[in-house]
């Protein structure tokens, strides 16, 4: 079908592609960036960002500011974005902005489940949620004592119970196991969007698959790096890596038994779009990786705005704001924090 999409797509998809792209034209731009990096104080924020798409959420909130009030209130312009063309869209869009969300819904389930292991307030920890990722029963996660409790009370009746099928076991949930969980959840998510996009077909298919295989690697060397000097296993971590991607499967076999961050970096080295990420950084040096995987996203994310009659614009523009506002967090936290210096140290630039 690819090439055919533009006959029928404006049928139910023209509009919200158009309010779509109009969103991504109000996304901060370098010269943006520049002039919130030279503000003294968060009260100069809210000035240069009162000239933006978030003038109106911000012109009401008395000084003086926090950052959380900034982030928050960055993020409602994100929630109300989604909810408009959530509203507007038809089936298969609708579905397609729904998978967006699910994300979400996995870190409010382990942000609340850890929260309760700690014996944090309910009440807090449901502040602290992703507006995106909130469901009905996400309070009552707090009774559940282990991964079978947390599915039979609270999780079968939402979206994310299919993905729950692979995390079912009577252990007691630790630090571990929710990070376990976590991960598995996210590999069953990601395993399930790729093959939905796949469905779709066309253009759709082609630039969402090539962003998701993106995110599986992402996550494959994220889970890599973070297990060394753990006591997860090489087969329990190969366990959760995706199933796509241009790491699997002979990636994975080799990540799966790297034991220090240079033996990853020669793993990932063998793969092109891979080789630019890490050469930026020196042997032994980890720190950096985050913000290069941020710059390689913004990157695809922008340029799955050159073709048009496809869906995955929308998931492009809701990751692009979403970097945006950890841009502005990272901001406004070392100006608040007199810390200028680093300022540029965690921001990705857009356009």
């Known amino acids: 079908m690819y090439g055919f999409e533009a006959l029928t797509f404006n049928i139910h998809g023209g509009y919200l592609e158009a309010i779509v792209r109009g969103h991504r034209a109000g996304l901060l731009t370098t010269a943006d960036y520049n002039n919130l990096c030279q503000c003294e104080n968060l009260d100069d924020i809210k000035m240069h960002l009162s000239a933006t798409k978030y003038g109106s959420y911000l012109q009401n909130e008395p000084s003086p500011l926090h950052t959380t009030t900034i982030v928050e209130k960055c993020t409602l312009k994100l929630v109300d974005d989604y909810k408009h063309m959530l509203c507007q869209a038809t089936e298969p869009m609708s579905t397609f902005l729904e998978y967006i969300r699910y994300g979400h819904m996995i870190d409010n389930v382990v942000l609340i489940v850890t929260g309760t292991l700690h014996e944090r307030d309910v009440q807090e920890l449901l502040e602290k949620c992703h507006p995106l990722g909130m469901f009905d029963s996400i309070a009552t996660l707090a009774v559940a004592q282990n991964m079978r409790e947390l599915y039979r009370l609270v999780l079968v009746d939402t979206p994310l119970a299919p993905y729950f099928s692979e995390c079912l076991t009577s252990e007691d949930l630790d630090d571990m196991n929710i990070e376990i969980m ?52 090489r087969e329990d971590r190969k366990k959760l890596y995706s199933n796509f991607g241009l790491l699997y499967p002979y990636g994975h076999e080799e990540l799966a038994i790297c034991e220090d961050i240079d033996q990853v970096r020669g793993v990932m080295e063998k793969y092109p779009p891979y080789q630019a990420i890490f050469s930026k950084m020196s042997y032994g040096e980890s720190q950096m990786l985050d913000k290069a995987f941020y710059e390689e996203e913004v990157r695809r994310l922008c340029l799955a705005f050159e073709q048009q009659f496809h869906y995955a614009v929308f998931f492009a523009y809701m990751r692009l704001r979403e970097q945006e506002i950890r841009n502005l967090m990272w901001i406004s936290e070392c100006v608040a924090q007199n810390q200028k210096s680093r300022i540029h140290d965690s921001v990705v630039y857009m356009f």
């Open 182 to 233: 976590r991960n598995t959840l996210y590999k069953a998510y990601l395993e399930d969007f790729y093959k939905f996009c796949q469905k779709l077909g066309g253009a759709t298919s082609e630039i969402m698959s090539d962003l998701l295989a993106f995110e599986a690697d992402r996550r494959a060397v994220n889970i890599t790096i973070n297990s060394i000097g753990t006591e997860l296993t």
